[in-house]
């Protein structure tokens, strides 16, 4: 198997184009530019005004930025941020959105992987966010976790937004795919990914001197723009759904996956 890091950033710088021309649309950096809120879901948002609730002048680093929303919302929120990624083409689609919002001097883009966080400074970050989708491609949990702390301040704040683990055993209608104890890794001719489970998270958090503050389980609620139950290829690639359609995915007496949680949220502190 090839090195589980290069293969997915060989698919990231691939992908890219087609991704960020979605996720970083006309449309999209609009509404981040009149309502930076809306990059997080209100439940994280609510975390976020509790546990680090003035960010300006903050530093914020965003390990595994992707799409790059999250950091295109706390740059205008006052905050310094890092966004990091493994892919060049990712971050200089990220790093052209935030010239267009006049965000330049508010975001540095830099190359990492977020298991190591190479380049990234010891004790330098008042909070750290990660978004959902990140935890798929990382082969190595505990080293994620030490490297969010060593680069946290003591006393700083880790916030965890992610697809909540029981969603992975299931396909449509309910039809199972894999135990929940299979993790993985699942290869296919472009990606290596993982399906950890709650605890494979929680230990890694936790071990790594994390201390867990508050948790959310989020359940579904219709999304007419990205809908959950569509695969996100296909939104990319322009799949269009009704609203009735969209709807129908979303009761659960319809869709029995609507019944489980949809996302995971948390908020820890870095230990003194």
């Known amino acids: ?102 965000l330049g001097e508010g975001i540095r883009f830099q190359k990492e992987d977020t298991m190591r966080l190479d380049g990234i400074e010891d004790e330098t970050y008042d909070l750290a966010y990660t978004s959902n989708g990140v935890h798929v491609w990382l082969d190595d949990l505990p080293g994620e976790y030490r490297n969010i702390r060593r680069v946290l301040k003591p006393g700083g704040i880790y916030i965890l937004y992610e697809l909540h683990p029981f969603q992975r055993p299931f396909g449509e209608k309910m039809r199972v795919v894999k135990p929940y104890d299979a993790t993985g890794p699942f290869e296919d001719e472009t990606t290596v990914n993982f399906a950890w489970r ?47 359609e969209v709807d129908a995915m979303y009761d659960w007496h319809k869709n029995p996956v609507a019944a489980l949680p949809e996302m995971i949220a948390l908020a820890g502190r870095r230990s003194e």
């Open 1 to 102: 198997m090839l090195d589980v890091v290069e293969k997915n950033r060989r698919n990231w710088e691939e992908y890219s184009k087609k991704y960020q021309a979605f996720n970083l649309s006309e449309r999209i950096l609009e509404r981040l530019k009149q309502n930076p809120q809306s990059a997080f879901d209100p439940l994280v948002w609510k975390m976020l005004q509790k546990y680090a609730p003035e960010l300006k002048g903050k530093r914020v680093c965003v390990p595994s930025s992707g799409d790059n929303n999250a950091a295109l919302a706390f740059a205008p929120l006052g905050a310094k941020v890092t966004s990091c990624d493994i892919s060049e083409n990712q971050l200089a689609a990220a790093k052209a959105a935030a010239k267009k919002l006049g």
């Open 198 to 244: 709650i605890q494979d998270i929680m230990n890694a958090i936790l071990d790594a001197g994390i201390t867990l503050l508050h948790m959310e389980e989020i359940m579904p609620k219709p999304d007419y723009e990205r809908p959950f139950f569509v695969d996100n290829n296909e939104i990319v690639n322009g799949r269009k759904l009704s609203r009735e």
